[in-house]
């Protein structure tokens, strides 16, 4: 199964009236029966400052709600998922300077990330599938 179904199978087993931290506790679940070998959630990871002096300061933290690591086709992936679970569809602009901003944060822990995932569990709807954007390394970096 590849991290949608994953997902699609967590969302058609729960339904659409949960709260976030309700769909990610069972993703975790569902990734280690699936071969994750780390599945980190709320890793804080530092907000960086570089002042008019160029030293760089950490001002903050901001939380990746999964950070997991896998291997596919025998490479080891490191992959991050921002999920939400609203009414509202995703709002790719916001969702992806979020995404950029925590890969800048774990480039600076020396954490290469390959994927990264936006899932909404979409609220009061009759869906049955996630909604998800996906992005590569490359997309991310631009």
Same mark, same amino acid.
């Given at each position: ?41 709320? #890793? ?6 570089? /002042?008019?002096?160029? $030293?760089?300061?950490?001002? *903050? @933290? ?44 774990? #480039? ?6 390959? /994927?990264?995932?936006? $899932?909404?569990?979409?609220? *009061? @709807? ?17």
């Amino acid at each position: 199964m590849n991290i949608v179904e994953i997902c699609n199978r967590v969302y058609r087993h729960l339904g659409n009236a949960h709260n976030e931290c309700v769909y990610q506790k069972a993703l975790i679940a569902e990734l280690w029966n699936h071969g994750a070998q780390s599945v980190e959630f709320e #890793k804080h990871v530092p907000v960086f400052y570089t /002042d008019t002096r160029n $030293v760089q300061h950490t001002v *903050g @933290s901001e939380r990746v709600d999964i950070l997991l690591r896998f291997t596919r086709d025998a490479m080891p992936r490191t992959c991050v998922m921002e999920l939400k679970a609203t009414t509202s569809p995703i709002r790719q602009q916001v969702e992806v300077q979020q995404l950029k901003k925590y890969h800048h944060a774990l #480039k600076q822990l020396c954490i290469e990330c390959d /994927d990264f995932y936006i $899932v909404n569990f979409c609220q *009061g @709807s009759n869906k049955k599938e996630v909604d998800f954007v996906y992005f590569d390394r490359t997309t991310i970096d631009e």
